[in-house]
């Protein structure tokens, strides 16, 4: 199983907003929902959000109303899109299947870093 892959972070001052997306193939991806964690220095990977194939969505308080997920299920590809990014956003994001936890290998991750 190959897994899945994720871009779009970088460095951004605070309200400022990014996109990042995760590529991901393989039928475990594509019958199951797929969420975004993140994890930063010295504490657990978290779930952000996640979606269902079909639209369901659910978010982590710390980030509702500022964070939107969602797929394209033709191109394998699951978004998030962060608005009004916060210091304490910074953190390296990965994507992986599943609604409450993740249920495959973990990609590289992409770093995001939220500047005061």
């Known amino acids: 199983q190959v897994p899945p892959v994720e871009s779009g972070g970088g460095l951004v001052q605070a309200g400022g907003s990014l996109r990042l997306s995760c590529t991901a193939s393989?039928?475990?991806?594509?019958?199951?929902?797929m969420g975004w964690y993140r994890q930063a220095p010295g504490k657990q990977r978290d779930l952000v959000a996640a979606?269902?194939?079909?639209?369901?969505?659910t978010y982590a308080n710390s980030v509702k109303g500022r964070f939107t997920i969602s797929r394209d299920n033709a191109k394998n590809t699951v978004y998030l899109q962060m608005n009004s990014l916060k210091p304490e956003d910074t953190a390296v994001y990965y994507c992986?299947?599943?609604?409450?936890?993740?249920?495959?290998?973990w990609g590289q991750g992409t770093q995001v870093t939220v500047s005061s």
């Open positions: 992986n299947a599943g609604w409450a936890s993740p249920l495959a290998a």
């Open positions: 979606v269902t194939n079909g639209g369901l969505t």
């Open positions: 393989g039928t475990i991806f594509k019958i199951n929902a």
